[in-house]
């Protein structure tokens, strides 16, 4: 079993910056990777980023490349998403969830939320024109 719990969410303004973190309990988070999703108001929930089981692969969303930085900590057993150059089409609901199955190559991490196991509740991210 895995709980995640997000934070960091908050009102921001346009091109300003945001750190979302994701505490997760459990001792599978070092063997799971890892992704954050968003869903905005009328939208369907979509993949922003993930990170491998050993952090060293992180994968984005084109809309986000380049202003959006996954990272995690096993120490801390929490994941990070480092968003800079906020837009207003950023505001949504930013959920973390773990994928646990154990994939062979460790460099891998899905991009499919059917994919992933355990999620958490959310924060909202508002971006404010």
């Known amino acids: 079993q895995v709980q995640l719990v997000e934070s960091g969410g908050g009102l921001v303004q346009a091109g300003g910056s945001l750190r979302v973190s994701c505490a997760a309990s459990?001792?599978?988070?070092?063997?799971?990777?890892m992704g954050w999703f968003r869903q905005a108001p009328g939208k369907e929930r979509e993949f922003i980023a993930a990170?491998?089981?050993?952090?060293?692969?992180?994968y984005y969303r084109d809309s986000v490349k380049g202003r959006f930085t996954i990272s995690r900590d096993s120490a801390k057993s929490t994941v990070y998403l480092q968003m800079n150059s906020l837009k207003p089409k950023d505001t949504a609901v930013y959920y973390c969830?773990?994928?646990?199955?154990?994939?062979?190559?460790?460099?891998?991490?899905?991009?499919?939320?059917?994919?992933?196991?355990?999620w958490g509740k959310g924060t909202q991210v508002t971006v404010s024109s």
């Open positions: 969830a773990a994928d646990t199955k154990k994939y062979t190559n460790r460099l891998y991490a899905s991009t499919r939320q059917s994919d992933y196991d355990y």
């Open positions: 990170t491998s089981r050993s952090g060293t692969t992180t």
């Open positions: 459990g001792r599978t988070f070092s063997s799971s990777t």
